[in-house]
């Protein structure tokens, strides 16, 4: 196990209702001006965004919206709304939505008291330190952004999509959880979230971290919790029950506890980015081909970590860790599948993928070489996405 | 799943030298006027305290100490303290040990700028909104008073031992966890804190809640953790990753995440906390001796949930629930015993208790009715307690 620092002071309000509670958490966390930042017409159309306004309003808070961020969110909506919240006078954030909302609100937040300009941050020019607080009203269990302190922000120029993480300057004051509110999410959205939040769980996973035992059993209850409940929401979107327990593990999933001790990896998250910034696609469906790739290639280099995923999670019982590790790969492919994910770059709508550009742009954004469970060079990361095709 | 809110803020800062944070954490936490508490001569002979001191005195910060502190820890010394921080104008609390310690120093922090007795929070009259800031060098791995809002006293009129739970104003500001730290316990000592983390996890398992998968699989996957890692630091106290990985189970077993959306118990917990406040016995070896024979009534009168944790903890085979949760609290016996823990009053040391007694202060302390997986009276506790002979 690793040295490491975990705090995660995010409060969480989980249950029916709990959007109600964001006047009063909004006046905890000492927000009088807020900007009130959410996406389409799905926010409005449910009435979720007006009961929030209201909710502020009732608690005195002064608000302004921000609306139209979209999925993979850009650059100049947080060019446009650091604009809006210096000459309004805005003082907090609240994210209405799901984690493009809040990352747009995050990076709102901390360019508005930073002098440049605000990509510095994810450029990796400057580290982030300070922000406007910001608010939660999650819509859609997937990023983990309401307890994360991570922003992913694509820049139009160039289409650079980056993550950028920060140890607090980022976590969210508040976080209201109602798992009603995600009963309308179409099908595929949904798989999609259920796709990225297991990646987060397996980004931290898969390390070659040793006598992480106590995380690792953690990270495999999530896992399994979220197999369990999964078909259940796909098959009745309406299971409040079942939407409870995967709306509370996309949180966990992503709030740092499923890595606590060990050196992470997050190759595949890279790779995926740079699928979705060329072409559109739905992050959690880019994962959902990208990371059975990485496994089939590390089912070859380092397949250990995989044999022990195949053998407590899916339940594999091969021996031999190649073995296990392949038949863990189908397992989990069968599972996405299920869901109705792709698993194939052909599956997700790219017939013919530019992969020379991918790689092209994943090492221009990440280095030379890139991968925690094992150092990937162009040469194998060609190698992991023809492994998708 | 039940509504719930989940917030814990406090800053761990985990692995070797862990310790010699304490003056840049107290600095953060606006700390400059320290009361260091401790116990007994190991925190004096193992050098810690003294490099708690020197870091604290680096940092600029002003330090008095109060050592003395001793297990099952009395209302006495809390009030000497709370003298001692008045006159000496302390604005905030360290504590150098394990949960006797640290429950002290909580509350000494919440007696100081409360104008009455301080016994009123944990007599229930007043609740528990302000205190002074806590900050913890945890030394050992048991009560989870490093991550949790609570604190145990012992008034010593009347022997009546009270446990607070608060939801933010005892949680700490920073946990400093240091594995090495623990080396130095008696396994007796690390055994016990086993069984505590333990039962901290199963108080809150066994609970009529259902459709909490997310919350079972992560209170599993902590047991299924401590499982396997207290036989290696029992063989060799000098294990750094089976400490470590102990160290943190013992947090996550009580800071909360473990509890997350259903009703939890905490029958055991009052049960034991007679006896050790009857017979002085370590709180553990209590624990060992209570949970199984509370757990074997339950396996005559609602064995789903035992038989769950047989087999998914230990693996137990049967289809039958009863005959599963039998089979989990044999294995769980056979479990204490391998760590040289009691599993009855007389492996206790307690050859002939004064079940009578027990139960009336038990329900004198907790009313007539108490237990939320099941509803017990005096005829049943009174039969739990025989249980256990």
Not at 3 to 13: A, D, H, I, L, R
Not at 95 to 101: C, H, I, M, T
Not at 114 to 124: M, S, V
Request: glycine content about 12%; proline content about 4%.
């Amino acid at each position: 196990m690793e040295n490491f620092t975990y705090c995660t002071p995010t409060k969480y309000v989980f249950g029916r209702g709990a959007e109600l509670n964001a006047g009063s958490e909004a006046k905890i966390a000492g927000m009088r001006n807020v900007m009130v930042v959410y996406g389409g017409g799905s926010a409005v159309a449910s009435g979720v965004l007006q009961r929030v306004l209201d909710s502020l309003a009732s608690a005195g808070i002064q608000t302004v919206t921000l609306g139209g961020v979209r999925p993979n969110p850009t650059d100049d909506l947080v060019y446009k709304g650091i604009d809006m919240c210096r000459s309004g006078g805005i003082d907090s954030l609240v994210a209405v939505g799901g984690g493009s909302v809040i990352d747009t609100a995050k990076a709102i937040a901390l360019g508005v008291p930073y002098d440049g300009d605000f990509w510095d941050f994810f450029a990796g020019k400057v580290k982030a330190e300070t922000a406007l607080p910001v608010g939660v009203v999650l819509t859609i269990p997937a990023a983990g952004s309401e307890g994360s302190g991570n922003s992913v922000i694509t820049r139009i120029d160039g289409m650079r999509k980056i993550s950028l993480r920060t140890d607090m300057a980022l976590r969210p004051r508040f976080a209201l959880l109602n798992p009603e509110l995600t009963f309308t999410l179409p099908p595929y959205q949904t798989a999609c979230g259920i796709a990225d939040m297991m990646a987060h769980i397996m980004e931290r996973y898969f390390s070659t971290t040793p006598d992480v035992e106590i995380t690792d059993r953690v990270a495999e209850g999530v896992l399994t919790a979220i197999i369990e409940e999964a078909p259940k929401v796909m098959e009745r979107p309406d299971d409040y029950q079942a939407r409870a327990n995967i709306m509370w593990s996309g949180t966990l999933a992503h709030n740092g506890i499923c890595g606590t001790g060990r050196r992470e990896d997050w190759t595949s998250h890279a790779m995926e980015h740079e699928i979705s910034a060329l072409y559109g696609v739905a992050h959690g469906a880019g994962l959902a081909v990208v990371f059975p790739a990485w496994m089939t290639f590390m089912a070859e280099h380092r397949p250990a970590k995989i044999a022990q995923f195949g053998r407590r999670v899916f339940g594999v019982q091969s021996h031999d860790d190649r073995t296990a590790a392949m038949e863990a790969i189908e397992a989990l492919k069968g599972f996405y599948g299920s869901l109705g994910l792709p698993v194939t770059f052909a599956e997700l709508g790219v017939e013919d993928p530019d992969i020379a550009t991918l790689v092209a742009k994943l090492h221009d954004n990440k280095g030379a070489a890139i991968g925690g469970y094992y150092t990937l060079t162009a040469k194998e990361t060609e190698e992991i996405y023809r492994l998708a095709l």
